[in-house]
């Protein structure tokens, strides 16, 4: 049995700083509370080959590894997927952006499944990601929504 989770926010804030700040992923430590570092690698053909690394968890170890994102912005939609899947044997995920009356949709989908000797089976991870999504888009809400207040009225979207 594979993973999936869906989580989705709605951010007060224009689709263009939406976009642009969530698909800035040199930006992403500014952006989401769990990651440490993001380095971008590769850029070409209209995909970004990045690693990630995560701040320290409770045992002090650090989780690093590499994911590639395709944006495409004349549907506003994301894919990506791990180059190196650690504990997954794949994990692909897709974002999601729909402008909707209060701000724009913003919504993850990823599919998964865990290896027979990761520390935790795929029931387990969907709960982990199902709590920590619904966390960290709470966090980018947040942001956004501060970022979109300072830079007042006439803002693009």
Not at 129 to 137: K, Y
Request: aromatic residues 8%.
């Amino acid at each position: 049995m594979a993973g999936h989770t869906r989580s989705e926010i709605v951010i007060d804030a224009p689709m263009d700083l939406v976009w642009a700040r969530t698909n800035d992923v040199a930006g992403w430590p500014e952006l989401f509370t769990e990651y440490a570092a993001a380095e971008v690698l590769d850029e070409r053909d209209g995909v970004v080959r990045f690693r990630l690394t995560m701040h320290p968890d409770e045992q002090g170890r650090v989780w690093s590894w590499v994911s590639e994102r395709r944006p495409d912005p004349l549907t506003r939609t994301v894919t990506a997927r791990r180059v190196e899947p650690g504990p997954f044997e794949y994990m692909e995920l897709r974002w999601t952006y729909e402008p909707v009356p209060g701000g724009v949709l913003l919504r993850w989908e990823q599919d998964f499944a865990m290896r027979p000797d990761a520390p935790v089976d795929d029931a387990g991870m969907t709960e982990r990601i199902t709590v920590n999504g619904a966390a960290q888009l709470a966090v980018i809400r947040d942001r956004l929504e501060a970022e979109a207040r300072v830079s007042g009225p006439g803002r693009q979207g």
